[in-house]
């Protein structure tokens, strides 16, 4: 059900960032997500984000092409919330939100090594979908909002990894 909405979703933000990485960059070794039952704030979120960790997993990894090695960083990444505004939630100012740590580690170099909490929300991960989308109207639960806000945070991890 997700699988052109998050492709599509995924392409666009691929097309935002490098595909290859240059000689001074690092390589990465792995990426993990974990989310657990209790960082899905509510059961809109557990009944249609349950692929969030292999989804969020290939989407970083898509935008890291060309740096994906068998040695390298470790990104390692821990949800905290997953919550999904409902219509009355977003009339009342709530909005869609992913948060989670993100660790990253080289085991091969001590001096490079990162840490930082990551948030994104749903008014970031408009750009991202379908073009005249209203998100007064947009299902959260919908797959174009998934699709949209997995790219937004894998696109944030990117980001920060690099700078």
């Known amino acids: 059900m997700y699988g052109?909405?998050?492709?599509?979703?995924?392409?666009?933000?691929?097309?935002t960032l490098p595909a290859l990485a240059s000689a001074d960059e690092p390589t990465i070794k792995s990426i993990d997500v974990e989310t657990s039952l209790s960082?899905?704030?509510?059961?809109?979120a557990a009944a249609h984000w349950s692929s969030l960790d292999t989804d969020l997993e290939t989407a970083i990894a898509a935008l890291l092409v060309g740096r994906l090695a068998d040695e390298g960083m470790d990104i390692k990444i821990d949800m905290n919330e997953v919550a999904l505004a409902n219509f009355v939630e977003a009339a009342v100012g709530a909005e869609s939100t992913m948060a989670g740590t993100v660790n990253v580690i080289d085991l091969s170099?001590?001096?490079?090594f990162?840490?930082?909490d990551l948030t994104v929300t749903m008014a970031q991960a408009a750009p991202l979908l379908p073009p005249d989308t209203d998100i007064a109207v947009i299902?959260?639960?919908?797959?174009?909002?998934?699709?949209?806000?997995?790219a937004t945070f894998a696109a944030a991890v990117v980001d920060r990894i690099e700078n």
Do not use: I, W
């Open 114 to 116: 990162k840490t930082f």
């Open 4 to 15: 052109k909405t998050f492709a599509a979703a995924l392409l666009g933000a691929a097309l």
């Open 109 to 112: 170099n001590n001096t490079n």
């Open 39 to 44: 960082d899905l704030s509510n059961a809109e």
């Open 139 to 150: 299902a959260p639960t919908s797959g174009e909002v998934y699709s949209a806000m997995v």
